[in-house]
Structures are given as C-alpha cells and as structure tokens.
C-alpha cells in the first residue's frame, strides 16, 4: 500500500472505515476531511447499525496528524485550519448516532490518541502503546486533550501529556479505561472485534442511539471548544521556540 485513503465496507449491518497513509498513518487535511465526511455519512446510513474504525496496516494506529503539513504552517490561519482536522475527526465521531468500536492493531500517537478515545468502545493489541507527543514540539495536546480526558481522566491525561517523550503500553491504556480489551495479535483482535460488532447488530437501534446520545451529555460545546483549541495550537506552532523544534526534527 502507497497511497492514502479512507474507504468503507458494510457486510451484516457493520460499516467498516478504514484509513491509510504510508507515513505511519500520520494524517494530513485532506485524509482527515474524508474521515470525518465518511464518518457522518456512515452514521446517516439506514444499512449500518454498528461502526467500526481502523487503519490499514499492520504496526501503527495512527501517528497523529501529517508532519510534513505542520513544518510548513506560517500564518495563525493556516494554523487553525490544521489543527481543526482532528476536531472535526473527534466532533463527527461525537455526534455520529451509531457505536464506534475502535480496532487499534498497533502505536498511537497525539491525535491518533484523540480519535481512539473518541470511540465508544475500543479493543488493541499489546503492541498498541500510546503517547501524546505534543510538548515535545512546543505545542500541547489542547485539540484532543478533552475526548482524552473524557475517557481516562484527568489524572492520567495529565501524566501522559507532560511525559511527552514516552509510551505508555496498552496494559496501561486499559488500566485507565481507553481500551475495554487487549490483545495477543492482530487476528485474536479482528476475531473479537467482528464477534462483537455482529452481536451489537442485533440490539435496538434506537436504544443504541439513545444511549449514545446519553453517553456523549455535556459536550455539546465542543464545537466551539475544540475550534478553540486549534487557535491555541495554531498560535503556539508559530512560536520562536516551536519554529526552531521543528527545524531539529527536519
């Protein structure tokens, strides 16, 4: 596989999304407008009952978002609109009607974090380590500090925030609440994850959007929370200290 991309499959009322980018699944704009696009529609879809989200490949979830777009970013504007991709991730995600079971085969990193904690229930393999890079560039992880927050608590987001340079392992991730079970392999983990997407499939579509509904209470404000957020961090990538992080990392 060498080119991006977000498909979606729908086999027994289970709507399988997809995504892809050979850079270790670091998302760009684009990829990350048509996740969230496909998102929202698949949640619209009569046909899908019970959403599954994944990426392809076989060692990394997800990178966080595109490296390449960020050493680039020269104006707060452009900033926004960067740091707004994981937001729209995480808001179509929140407001989808339909469960999201996350499929987490491996590492994950800053927004990628963002996105599994923003599933609703979310299985990993033991190689699934997660880490919240941001402080390391002189950012933060203000964008997807609060889906983070809402699943593990603010004690331990706050751990893995400021201990910005290590991975915590997916034993840990489930300790805290962000993973529901874990994994030997990536087959033990696809077994368990279409088990129990079939079997959500024949529960009460309208109980499970109630309860999705019920499950999501007090952050209705996170669309312009989280636009609030993609300020500050479109600031800060403009920072003296940010713009001579970044040119190490180049």
């Known amino acids: 596989m060498t080119q991006p991309y977000v498909n979606i499959t729908t086999e027994n009322g289970v709507g399988t999304i ?15 407008a048509k996740l969230a696009k496909t998102i929202t529609e698949a949640g619209d879809n009569d046909d899908i009952k019970v959403i599954v989200l994944k990426s392809g490949g076989n060692r990394t979830f997800c990178a966080g978002a595109s490296f390449k777009e960020l050493i680039n970013i020269n104006d707060a504007k452009t900033g926004k609109i960067f740091f707004s991709g994981f937001a729209n991730v995480i808001n179509a995600m929140r407001t989808c009607p339909k469960f999201i079971i996350g499929r987490v085969q491996g590492k994950t990193v800053g927004g990628g974090v963002g996105v599994a904690s923003a599933t609703d229930y979310c299985m990993a393999t033991k190689f699934a380590a997660i880490k919240l890079s941001e402080l390391n560039v002189g950012i933060g992880p203000f964008v997807v500090g609060p889906a983070v927050e809402r699943k593990i608590g603010l004690s331990a987001m706050t751990q893995i925030a400021i201990d910005a340079n290590f991975f915590y392992d997916a034993e840990w991730a489930r300790d805290k609440g962000l993973f529901t079970k874990v994994f030997e392999d990536t087959e033990a983990l696809d077994i368990a994850v279409k088990e129990f997407a079939e079997h959500l499939c024949t529960y009460n579509p309208e109980a499970m959007k109630d309860m999705k509904k019920a499950f999501w209470e007090g952050t209705e404000h996170w669309d312009t929370l989280l636009a609030e957020r993609a ?20």
């Open 18 to 32: 997809e995504f892809f980018h050979p850079a270790h699944n670091s998302l760009p704009g684009d990829i990350l």
């Open 231 to 250: 300020i500050i961090s479109g600031r800060l990538v403009l920072s003296d200290f940010t713009k001579e992080t970044l040119k190490r990392f180049k």
